[in-house]
Nanobody
Framework: HVQLVESGGGAVQAGGSLTLSCEASVYTFRPYCMGWFRQVPGMEREGVASISRSGITEYTDSVKARFTISQDNAKNTVYLQMNSLKPEDTAMYYC?????????????WGQGTQVTVS
């Protein structure tokens, strides 16, 4: 299993920005991607963004044009730059290893980092 360690969550006002980081213990090979999910209490965990080793990205509609996923392959680290944050972005954010192209096929989860937008 891959160990994933997130950082960068916190509280921010609406319209502000945050950057989340996720360091993986090992390099993730195709057909697996790195991704970010989020979950609000009482709701299902939803996929937010994913990125393949070659840099192909995918976003859920609600964050397109506001969030950017990127990676530093040399550091096995994935980032989620979140701009123009809205209160509805408030959630626990989880880093994950998933099968590219499928939010449902997750193999590893991080411990989560809280993002609160007021």
């Amino acid at each position: 299993h891959v160990q994933l360690v997130e950082s960068g969550g916190g509280a921010v006002q609406a319209g502000g920005s945050l950057t989340l980081s996720c360091e993986a213990s090992v390099y993730t090979f195709r057909p697996y991607c790195m991704g970010w999910f989020r979950q609000v209490p009482g709701m299902e965990r939803e996929g937010v963004a994913s990125i393949s080793r070659s840099g192909i990205t995918e976003y859920t509609d609600s964050v397109k044009a506001r969030f950017t996923i990127s990676q530093d392959n040399a550091k096995n680290t994935v980032y989620l730059q979140m701009n123009s944050l809205k209160p509805e972005d408030t959630a626990m954010y989880y880093c994950a290893v998933l099968r590219c192209g499928s939010w449902a096929l997750v193999t590893d989860w991080g411990q989560g980092t809280q993002v609160t937008v007021s």
